[in-house]
């Protein structure tokens, strides 16, 4: 069982920034990876950013060049800044962890809000 609580979502204007975290506790085993997914009103889940245990991310298309993930091993915390926010940035982010050794673990979040208004 893995636990992940996301935080600093709220609202803020087109171009300005946010940075989300999140932290896993329970039973937490390297590698894994982890990222960032969102869902808008009335569209699926996407994924926004993933991060492996050495460091490796990938980007949604639109999200490259404003969004970056990182994390920190030693706290098993995972971060996505944001900057430049667009309006359709507006979704629910939600922090995922994953692990395929001998059983696939996917763990989800319970999400945090980001809204982008004027």
């Known amino acids: 069982q893995v636990q992940l609580e996301e935080s600093g979502g709220g609202l803020v204007q087109p171009g300005g920034s946010l940075r989300l975290s999140c932290a896993a506790s329970?039973?937490?085993?390297?590698?894994?990876?982890m990222g960032w997914y969102r869902q808008a009103p009335e569209k699926q889940r996407e994924l926004v950013a993933t991060?492996?245990?050495?460091?490796?991310?990938n980007y949604a298309d639109s999200v490259k060049g404003r969004f970056t993930i990182s994390r920190d091993n030693t706290e098993n915390t995972v971060y996505l800044q944001m900057n430049n926010l667009k309006p359709e940035d507006t979704a629910v982010y939600f922090c995922?962890?994953?692990?395929?050794?001998?059983?696939?673990?996917?763990?989800w979040g319970q999400g945090t809000q980001v809204t982008v208004s004027s």
């Open positions: 995922n962890y994953h692990r395929n050794m001998f059983t696939t673990m996917n763990y």
């Open positions: 329970g039973s937490i085993s390297r590698p894994y990876t």
């Open positions: 991060i492996t245990s050495g460091g490796s991310a």
